[in-house]
Nanobody
C-alpha cells in the first residue's frame, strides 16, 4: 500500500508564485514517473508536467517557461514550482505517481488534489 499526500496550494495574485509538493510513502521499490495534472471547473483533467526517474521532463505548452517540475528520489517526492501565475492556472492540481512496489507490481496512484486559485 502506498500513501500519497499533496500540499502547497492556495490563493495567490496574478504574477505570484506557489510551490506544490507530493510525497509518497509505503511499499515503494521505485517511482518510475511522477506528474502533475490539473482540472478546472467544467474542463477535462490535463497534464501540466511530468518527470521520469532519469530526470527527463515534459511540460504542457501553456506552462512552459513558468512552471518547473522536480523530484527527490530519496524522499519519493515531486515538486511543482509555479511562477508568473495567471488566472487561467486556477484549478485543482493532482499529482500522479507510477509506482513499482516491493513485489514488482506497478500501480498508478493519485494525490487527493490541492486547490490553486489565481486572482486577477
Amino acid at each position: 500500500q502506498v500513501h500519497v499526500v499533496e500540499s502547497g496550494g492556495g490563493l495567490v495574485q496574478a504574477g505570484g508564485s506557489l510551490r506544490l509538493s507530493c510525497a509518497a510513502s509505503g511499499s515503494i521499490f521505485s517511482i518510475n514517473a511522477m506528474g502533475w495534472y490539473r482540472q478546472a471547473p467544467g474542463k477535462q483533467r490535463e497534464l501540466v508536467a511530468a518527470i521520469i526517474r532519469s530526470g527527463s521532463t515534459n511540460y504542457a505548452d501553456s506552462v512552459k517557461g513558468r512552471f518547473t517540475i522536480s523530484r527527490d528520489n530519496a524522499k519519493n517526492t515531486v515538486y511543482l514550482q509555479m511562477n508568473s501565475l495567471k488566472p487561467e492556472d486556477t484549478a485543482v492540481y493532482y499529482c500522479n505517481l507510477i509506482v513499482r512496489d516491493n513485489s514488482g507490481s506497478i500501480y498508478d496512484y493519485w494525490g487527493q488534489g490541492t486547490q490553486v486559485t489565481v486572482s486577477s
